[in-house]
């Protein structure tokens, strides 16, 4: 692993999951730095990575090669304005930021200078190693691209797009969309309730199908989803109703629609923050 230090400003539940995910793949705990406003999340993050912690932004500003932006996007121009006013030369810093809505001349402008930026949008399985990262750079070494391919490829895919409004589509496809799985398996499991199923086992049940599925696709990429889908559904049998019935009430056009919402909101915020 390079001798890097990279540092998470804002160590939230994004952050918590990369960090899971490299610890997972073998970086050094001392050479990753997480910040954090809030003690107790901190206290978490150490006792389960033995990283470095700190409570002070501009410690691990000063100390990491790299820095990672992790805040919520509205809280990212209060953060960077107290980035820029630590006088510390960012020169030679590489930044990463991995806030929704936000770009890289915006961050650039919140910082007060013409910074090395990268554009990543990661998801939250990330901490199991099973995660999807998209990523837009220009203008950075190739030893800083491989080292932040090495970091988000340590937690999953990690994927370089070729122009910065690839990451919307990115958050669409991979970013927000473990929340669209986990909102079917939600609509599944309250079913199961209604149907009787105690919550332990409604839980069970749903979690152990989506894991199932999820890996009859992965253990199996030579059968396309599709033709996986039609191997559960019988001519005129059970899964053949319930399937005709979520057709007939436009899933795939909802999904569709669902994540035109999801790229709109991201230009949205590019335009309000
Ligand atoms: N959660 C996801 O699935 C996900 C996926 C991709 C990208 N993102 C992006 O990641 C970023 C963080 O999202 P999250 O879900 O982890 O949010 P979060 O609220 O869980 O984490 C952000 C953390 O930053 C801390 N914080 C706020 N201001 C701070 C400051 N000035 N100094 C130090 N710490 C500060 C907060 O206490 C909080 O714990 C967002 O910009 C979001 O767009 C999130």
Redesign the pocket.
Same mark, same amino acid.
Do not use: C, D, E, H
């Given at each position: 692993m390079s001798n890097k230090t990279i540092a998470f /400003? +804002? %160590? +939230?539940?994004?952050?918590?999951a990369i960090i899971g995910g490299m610890i997972k793949s073998g970086f050094a705990p001392q050479s990753i730095i997480a910040?954090?406003? =809030?003690e107790e &999340?901190l206290a978490k993050v150490a006792a389960d990575f033995n990283v470095r912690t700190t409570t002070n =932004?501009i410690t691990a500003l000063k100390e990491a090669d790299v820095i990672v932006l992790? $805040? &919520? @996007?509205q809280?990212?121009a209060?953060?960077c304005d107290?980035l820029q006013t630590a006088n510390v030369d960012l020169s030679n810093k590489l930044f990463v930021s $991995? #806030? #929704? +809505?936000i770009t890289v001349a915006r961050l650039q402008d919140m910082l007060g200078q013409p910074v090395k930026m990268v554009r990543c949008?990661?998801? %939250?399985p990330s901490l199991l190693g099973l995660g999807v990262s998209g990523l837009f750079a220009q203008e950075i070494s190739a030893e800083e691209r491989d080292f932040v391919e090495q970091v988000f490829s340590s937690t999953g895919i990690a994927t370089w797009v070729e122009t910065e409004a690839k990451i919307n589509d990115i /958050?669409a496809v991979t +970013?927000?969309s @473990?929340a669209y799985f986990f909102l079917f398996m939600e609509a599944i499991e309250e079913k199961a309730r209604t149907l009787g199923f105690d919550a332990e086992q409604a839980r069970a049940l749903v979690q152990q199908t989506a894991l199932g599925a999820a890996e009859m696709a992965a253990s199996q990429p030579e059968i396309s989803i599709s033709q996986l889908r039609a191997n559960v559904t019988s001519k005129g049998g059970t899964t053949h109703a319930a399937v005709e019935h979520l057709k007939s009430h436009n899933l795939h056009t909802t999904v569709a629609d669902a994540m035109d919402a999801c790229i709109s909101r991201a230009q949205q915020m590019e335009q309000e923050l």
């Open positions: /400003i +804002g %160590t +939230g539940n994004m952050s918590y910040t954090n406003r =809030n &999340k =932004n992790s $805040v &919520k @996007p809280m990212m209060q953060l107290s $991995v #806030a #929704a +809505g949008m990661p998801n %939250t /958050i +970013g927000s @473990p």
